[in-house]
């Protein structure tokens, strides 16, 4: 039995992502892996206003501007992706709520340190966001990551809560079911072990390992994370 196009489709764009990391050349990855998943990218919804505000920050405003304000901040191994990929998820997320979304790019990995990225991106998130008052932040993959990091600063601007999608968190366990399943289908537990190679030892740095401690003793003033 053949598969569906779209699965096979999925599993090509997959493909490319996983082999990058031993090309030589990773913008010729990248932009294989941009057009692929390109295909699957619904349209932007009407009425939803995209600004570029800075290199790596861009705002989507809802039709009478909005009432709740989100800081989103993608994942990819911090490898892979940009704000074009997400671009008409984030547009679409705004026209069924109504709020308001600051969407944070970064520069990558392995090109750039992971230290060198992250500390402009946090830079980059609390100038970007100083105007917006209370915020709730949302991360995917390496982005949920991410997003804890200044959540859980003592003096960080504002956050409310945090919404976790798909979270990468676990930087020092190396589970049994990876050992039995890692690998196969749509699993590469040897390129997620890379991914994590990259940043994991500066958030383990940065103490972002004790999250769980800080969150539970209200240390962070975060609200909650989901």
């Given at each position: 039995?053949?598969?569906?196009?779209?699965?096979?489709?999925?599993?090509?764009?997959r493909?490319?992502m996983?082999r990058?990391?031993a090309?030589?050349?990773?913008?010729?990855?990248?932009?294989?892996?941009?057009?692929?998943?390109?295909?699957?990218?619904?349209?932007?919804?009407?009425?939803?206003?995209?600004?570029n505000?800075?290199?790596?920050?861009?705002?989507?405003?809802?039709?009478?501007?909005?009432?709740?304000?989100?800081?989103?901040?993608?994942?990819?191994?911090?490898?892979?992706?940009?704000?074009?990929?997400?671009?008409?998820?984030?547009?679409?997320m705004?026209?069924?709520?109504?709020?308001?979304?600051?969407?944070?790019?970064?520069?990558?990995?392995?090109?750039?340190?992971?230290?060198?990225?992250l500390?402009?991106?946090?830079?980059?998130?609390?100038?970007?966001?100083?105007?917006?008052?209370?915020?709730?932040?949302?991360?995917?993959?390496?982005?949920?990551?991410?997003?804890?990091y200044?959540?859980?600063?003592?003096?960080?601007?504002?956050?409310s809560?945090v919404?976790?999608?798909?979270?990468?968190?676990a930087l020092?366990?190396?589970?049994p079911?990876?050992?039995?399943?890692?690998?196969?289908?749509?699993?590469?537990?040897?390129?997620?072990?890379?991914f994590?190679s990259?940043?994991g030892?500066?958030?383990?740095?940065?103490?972002?390992?004790?999250?769980?401690?800080?969150?539970?003793?209200?240390?962070?003033?975060?609200?909650?994370?989901?």
């Open positions: 039995m053949s598969l569906a196009s779209s699965i096979s489709s999925i599993l090509s764009v493909s490319i996983m990058s990391r090309s030589l050349d990773l913008t010729d990855a990248r932009a294989a892996q941009t057009r692929g998943i390109s295909s699957f990218l619904g349209p932007v919804p009407e009425g939803v206003h995209i600004q505000e800075a290199p790596d920050v861009r705002r989507f405003i809802p039709q009478g501007g909005g009432s709740m304000n989100y800081v989103y901040i993608h994942g990819g191994g911090l490898v892979h992706f940009g704000l074009d990929i997400f671009t008409p998820f984030l547009a679409n705004v026209a069924k709520t109504g709020a308001r979304i600051t969407a944070l790019g970064y520069d990558k990995a392995p090109e750039h340190e992971a230290g060198t990225c500390e402009a991106l946090m830079r980059r998130r609390h100038a970007g966001t100083l105007d917006l008052g209370e915020v709730k932040l949302l991360g995917d993959s390496v982005g949920c990551l991410i997003a804890l200044p959540a859980l600063q003592i003096g960080s601007p504002a956050v809560s919404a976790l999608i798909y979270p990468v968190l020092r366990d190396i589970y079911s990876s050992e039995l399943f890692g690998e196969g289908y749509l699993l590469a537990d040897t390129d997620m072990r890379h994590r990259l940043f030892s500066w958030f383990l740095d940065q103490s972002l390992a004790s999250a769980p401690e800080k969150r539970s003793t209200g240390e962070a003033g975060c609200a909650g994370v989901l």
